[in-house]
């Protein structure tokens, strides 16, 4: 039976990743556009922090612009109705 080791640290793999520190092993041999696509579904995937923080602040920005479009009907509303 053969082991195999990582090649940073030779710490015995535990499946694909180093068991020292977690890397992920055998990502040398991809193709660039594979690298591209995988850190952005990375990013991109729905449990992602960034996704998550981003749809935080669409929400609060969508609030923000939604009362301040409020206001602006209700001054005007009161300017016409003020003549
Ligand atoms: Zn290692």
Same mark, same amino acid.
């Given at each position: 039976? /053969? #082991? ?8 015995? +793999?535990? %499946?694909?990743?180093? #068991? ?10 991809? *193709?660039? /556009?594979?690298? =591209?696509?995988?850190?952005? %579904?990375? +990013? ?5 922090? *960034? /996704? ?5 602040? *669409? =929400?609060?920005?969508? *609030? ?7 206001? +602006?009907?209700?001054?005007? =509303? ?6």
């Amino acid at each position: 039976m /053969t #082991s195999e080791t990582c090649p940073n640290c030779d710490t015995p +793999l535990n %499946g694909q990743y180093c #068991s020292n520190y977690g890397q992920r092993q055998g990502r040398y041999d991809q *193709v660039f /556009t594979q690298l =591209i696509g995988e850190a952005l %579904g990375d +990013l991109f995937r729905p449990d992602a922090r *960034v /996704t998550k923080t981003l749809f935080k602040y *669409v =929400i609060l920005a969508t *609030v923000y612009f939604s009362l301040c479009l409020m206001a +602006l009907l209700a001054n005007f =509303i009161w300017q016409v109705t003020a003549l």
